[in-house]
Nanobody
Framework: QVQLVESGGGLVQAGGSLRLSCAASGRAFSTLFMAWFRQAPGKERSFVAAISRTGSSTYYTDSLKGRFTISRDNAKTTVYLEMISLKPEDTAVYYC???????????????????WGQGTQVTVSS
């Protein structure tokens, strides 16, 4: 079992930045493939970014490339999402997700992940 706890959300003005953190526990962090998703009101949960277990490979939804950066610190068992130049349309609940690095899966799909955090709210005002 894996426990994920997000933090770092909040209210920010358009053009501002935030760094989200997701602390993991319960299983060797280096065996986990990690991702961030987000869900805006009235919309489905959507893929934001993912990172391999070593951090050597990262993946982003095309529309967010250049503004969002995912990283991880295996010593701290934490994954981060750095967000810059935030826009009102980035307003959503942001979720951290994890799965075993092994097996076949599509990293951008919600059902690829077995473990989820409770989410952290990000609100971007115009």
């Amino acid at each position: 079992q894996v426990q994920l706890v997000e933090s770092g959300g909040g209210l920010v003005q358009a053009g501002g930045s935030l760094r989200l953190s997701c602390a993991a526990s319960g299983r060797a962090f280096s065996t986990l493939f990690m991702a961030w998703f987000r869900q805006a009101p009235g919309k489905e949960r959507s893929f934001v970014a993912a990172i391999s277990r070593t951090g050597s490979s990262t993946y982003y939804t095309d529309s967010l490339k250049g503004r969002f950066t995912i990283s991880r610190d295996n010593a701290k068992t934490t994954v981060y999402l750095e967000m810059i130049s935030l826009k009102p349309e980035d307003t959503a609940v942001y979720y951290c997700a994890a799965r075993s690095y092994s097996g076949r899966y599509v990293y951008s799909e919600v059902n690829a992940y077995a473990y989820w955090g409770q989410g952290t709210q990000v609100t971007v005002s115009s």
